[in-house]
């Protein structure tokens, strides 16, 4: 009876779909355990083998849970909102929701068919409006909140509106933004209400702001920093520049300490807290001002060497600082103009990252020194970023590289601040004046004593502050975008107003074309309904808009990450129970947050920073109980794939094969991976009926043969060496693709794919199978185990545990070829030691686990099955393996009882037939015998 692997899979997947084996329940009396993995975008292209690496990993931990006693949820569904789609609706004017929906049909079908235990009744969508419905409903929740730093978490606007009636602002602290004006109860209650929603807009968690975004006009829409690759966008490789646009923004800068200290009460890897900590970026040291000569201006720089404040020689301002084009003097504006503009097509992240340019032009202006009062020229320059600290800096050359570069390079003259300055005691009014102006007073202190007296100097002259910093910005929320999720937003004289939660969701709504209006407006501009009826409470024809009961609607979507920031409590909650709440008490409660995540790097800082930002704003105003979305967190290394590279004669039409490739300029082209055989031969007729190029071409082999280079990189269509877990599985099975996975390399680490490597993974099942399975069926009885059997077993049973709790699948891989090898050596049959080794590789390869489960007579699947529990005693060694010497020399050996005392053993060896041998009727002199370690005779 063969192990006919493609029927076994369809059966048992088919069997559990059928009898929802995997489904959760939310009223369990076990103890719970949430396993997620990380969103997954449905593309167009499906799955490669690189994708279900994490999903493997998570799907054996959750298989493990259960065999453990846990009421496990392990759900999925789709991150499916996204501008792949949009785009490939720009093309093809298909609709996003008919592209997507055929690849959600695609991924679900790859997804079932390599065995993983989804719960599938919860699965969720983020372009479904039933979904969708609850980011509206979070997003109007960040409207009505402010963060009050008193009680370090946000509360609900209302509480603010009561302290500006009864007290006015001058007392609250709160997260807001800069420079809002002090007002008495008095003022506000006599400011109009359009008045007063402009100033709470500046209090808001969510707020409209003029801000400078990353905007790519060929995408026609906002980008992220992550969605920026090398200046240009990730998706299609298009220019991306700085413009400043009014936006919806997330004020996630509040909760900058929270999530700073909120790492420490998580159980992530020490690389993953430090990106994230360097993202949030605290530091802490000194506001300090610094007039504007000639203009009635205050520059505002923050550092964190107030210490250095004698140093500073000139000033750099970020090139899209509010101040440049009011500074600027004359005969620089044309220079400083044109700086502007050419910085502005180079994003955030290139700039960050570009160390070695040095660039920048003087605005001609000059800053008042603080103490010494003496000029400071004002640069600007693009090291500088407006989104970081104020966008600007204080040049200290003499204590900082890159402004000693920038001063060396622009032949900055680094005078002494003290030439020319009158600092006669006259000039400053006291003798304690011009010991500040003399810099007397940081003399002989080190680094903390100078810093505090330099932050307490520049308090008492009133031009700075101690302060602590955040290079944590707001988070732009809007984009110009079709396919994402509406604002429930309309203006009213354009103040926004939100759309009450009774009549939510605000539906996507039909248009003609997905791409910007003539007029430069988003897509949703080319709606014909999409006005709020405010009356009626109903979404209506652009026509009737009057601004008085029926009044614009927002033409900006969210941006990928809102759905995707709280998903993972949607699933918490039974589909049948999903109306009216985005979680019952009772759900979130009994599931809390997620225990284990499994995702990929990428995600280190945006998505896992906004999630954290949405869950404290949920616990602060009371929707949820925790604190922290994922307990704890894995991130999978990468799989990657082996290229195929041909070799083009630089001018010509002529490939040569590898090894020739040297006698002749060449360009690398990579070809389809399917074209090479495993000898890295290529098939010459079917490349040149692959793509026309090579159609006609003339090939140079080596012993008659085209031989490929190869390189190992990221798996990607754009290499053309992606492999198709498909026909993984179709020629090995998903237990064979789910095993070599794992087998590959430790779980963090990046691997290369092999598809070769696959078949003695694949021969392992076979062997697994004949050790079951006989010619003439089951070959597994009631026999008594010796104690090899047991022994095996137990060994297995400890390893595969401390494996599997240490996420080191693939030594667990080693461990059960070795046991398979052992048992069948030991031509083992008995049900007590097959059956629980069975549960041990059941969430590796659970077809076969569960095919061999019910051949052995077991009714129930062996998900249910408790995990076989570990005794030591089958490992503890009850004979030793004597050494027998004589004279030191090592002849023969003798297993013995490891209870015999000296006598016995001395006895028991001095009667052996092999010692009589070695003696050959001699009397020994000695016999020195050490239990447990040597015999050895003497004379």
């Not at 007296?453 to 502050?465: D, T």
């Not at 605000?506 to 209006?517: D, F, Q, R, W």
């Not at 190992?712 to 993984?728: A, H, L, Q, T």
């Amino acid at each position: 009876m063969r192990y006919d692997f493609n029927q076994i899979e369809k059966k048992w997947q088919e069997h559990w779909a059928k009898n929802e084996t995997f489904k959760a329940s939310n009223s369990s009396d076990k103890p719970k355990y949430y396993v997620l993995d990380m969103f997954p975008y449905p593309s167009g292209a499906g799955l490669h083998v690189g994708h279900p690496l994490g999903y493997i990993a998570s799907d054996i931990y959750a298989r493990y849970k259960r065999h453990k006693g846990f009421n496990v949820l392990h759900p999925q569904g789709y991150d499916s909102f996204g501008l792949p789609a949009e785009q490939y609706a720009i093309q093809t004017g298909q609709h996003p929701r008919i592209t997507t929906e055929e690849n959600i049909k695609t991924y679900r079908r790859q997804l079932d068919q390599i065995g993983f235990s989804f719960d599938w009744s919860r699965e969720v969508r983020t372009s479904n409006p039933d979904y969708y419905k609850w980011t509206q409903w979070i997003f109007i929740q960040l409207f009505e909140s402010w963060f009050n730093n008193e009680s370090n978490k946000a509360e609900d606007i209302k509480t603010l509106i009561s302290l500006f009636e009864t007290e006015g602002n001058a007392t609250v602290n709160a997260a807001c933004d800069d420079g809002i004006e002090t007002f008495s109860a008095d003022d506000w209650n006599n400011f109009s209400s359009e008045e007063q929603q402009e100033i709470l807009l500046k209090y808001r968690l969510t707020y409209l702001a003029e801000t400078e975004v990353n905007w790519c006009p060929a995408l026609g829409t906002v980008l992220a920093n992550d969605e920026i690759v090398n200046g240009v966008s990730e998706r299609g490789g298009h220019p991306v520049v700085r413009k400043k646009m009014t936006q919806w923004s997330m004020r996630i800068s509040a909760y900058a300490e929270r999530l700073l200290q909120g790492l420490e009460t998580i159980d992530w890897t020490d690389s993953l807290k430090e990106s994230q900590r360097n993202w949030i970026g605290k530091s802490v040291g000194a506001s300090v001002i610094f007039n504007v000569n000639g203009h009635d201006k205050k520059i505002d720089v923050f550092t964190t060497r107030p210490d250095t404040i004698y140093g500073v020689s000139f000033m750099t301002l970020a090139p899209e600082h509010e101040y440049v084009s009011q500074i600027t003097t004359p005969e620089q504006k044309e220079a400083v103009a044109a700086y502007v503009e050419a910085t502005a097509k180079r994003s955030e992240r290139e700039r960050m990252a570009d160390v070695k340019t040095i660039s920048g032009v003087f605005t001609g202006a000059y800053a008042e020194h603080p103490f010494t009062k003496a000029p400071i020229p004002i640069w600007i320059g693009d090291y500088v970023l407006a989104s970081y600290g104020t966008g600007a800096v204080m040049a200290v050359p003499c204590g900082d590289q890159r402004d000693y570069d920038f001063a060396k390079h622009f032949d900055i003259t680094i005078p002494n601040i003290f030439d020319g300055v009158d600092i006669s005691e006259e000039a400053y009014g006291s003798k304690d004046n011009v010991k500040i102006a003399n810099s007397d007073f940081l003399d002989g202190m080190n680094y903390k004593k100078a810093t505090k007296r330099a932050i307490y100097e520049l308090e008492q002259i009133g031009q700075g502050e101690g302060k602590t910093n955040y290079r944590l910005r707001d988070a732009v929320f809007s984009r110009q975008r079709y396919w994402g999720e509406p604002f429930p937003v309309y203006y009213v004289n354009g103040m926004p107003q939100m759309i009450d939660k009774a009549h939510l969701p605000i539906v996507l709504p039909e248009v003609e074309k997905y791409l910007p209006t003539e007029e430069g407006e988003p897509p949703l501009g080319r709606a014909d309904v999409w006005a709020w009826n405010s009356i009626e409470n109903i979404v209506v024809s652009n026509e009737l808009i009057d601004n008085e009961t029926i009044f614009p609607l927002e033409l900006n979507t969210m941006p990928g990450w809102a759905g995707s920031s709280w998903y993972f409590f949607r699933y918490m909650e039974e589909a049948a129970n999903r109306n009216g709440v985005f979680a019952t008490e009772e759900a979130l409660k009994y599931w809390e947050n997620v225990d284990l995540y499994i995702g990929g790097s990428e995600h280190a800082t945006g998505h896992l920073l906004y999630s954290r930002f949405w869950v404290k704003l949920l616990k602060d105003r009371g929707f949820v109980g925790v604190d922290e979305p994922f307990k704890k967190l894995i991130n999978q290394g990468m799989i990657l794939g082996t290229s195929a590279i041909v070799y083009r004669v630089s001018g010509t039409n002529t490939y040569v094969s590898k090894n020739l490739k040297n006698n002749y300029d060449v360009e690398e082209i990579r070809i389809d991976v399917a074209l090479v055989n495993s000898s890295d031969e290529i098939d010459i007729e079917e490349l040149s009926k692959w793509q026309p190029q090579f159609k006609g071409a003339k090939f140079e082999l080596e012993d008659g043969k085209y031989i490929v280079g190869r390189e190992v990189e990221k798996m990607s269509k754009r290499w053309f060496n992606v492999v198709n877990p498909d026909s993984i599985c179709e020629d090995y099975g998903a237990d064979s693709l789910r095993l070599y996975e794992m087998f590959l390399g430790p779980l963090e680490q990046y691997k290369p794919w092999n598809t070769a490597g696959i078949t003695g993974v694949h021969n392992f099942l076979k062997k697994l199978w004949k050790l079951y399975v006989g010619q003439d069926g089951l070959n597994v009885n009631d026999a008594e185990p010796t104690k090899d059997n047991l022994k095996t077993l137990h060994k297995t049973i400890k390893k595969v545990e401390e494996d599997i709790e240490n996420f080191s699948f693939n030594t667990s891989v080693s461990t059960f070829m070795i046991a398979v090898n052992e048992l069948t050596a030991q031509k083992c049959t008995s049900k007590s030691i097959l059956e629980p080794l069975l549960i041990l590789i059941s969430p590796y390869a659970p077809h076969i686990a569960e095919e061999l489960w019910s051949q052995l007579g077991n009714g129930e699947s062996i998900s249910t099955a408790a995990f076989p529990k570990f005794e030591e005693s089958h490992l503890v060694e009850s004979n030793k393996n004597y050494p027998i010497s004589f004279n030191g020399k090592m002849r023969f050996t003798l297993e013995l009882p490891l209870d015999m005392s000296k006598e016995e053993i001395e006895k028991v060896v001095l009667a052996y037939e092999k010692t009589q041998e070695q003696l050959q009727g001699r009397t020994p002199k000695k016999v020195i015998v050490v239990p447990g370690k040597i015999v050895n005779i003497v004379g």
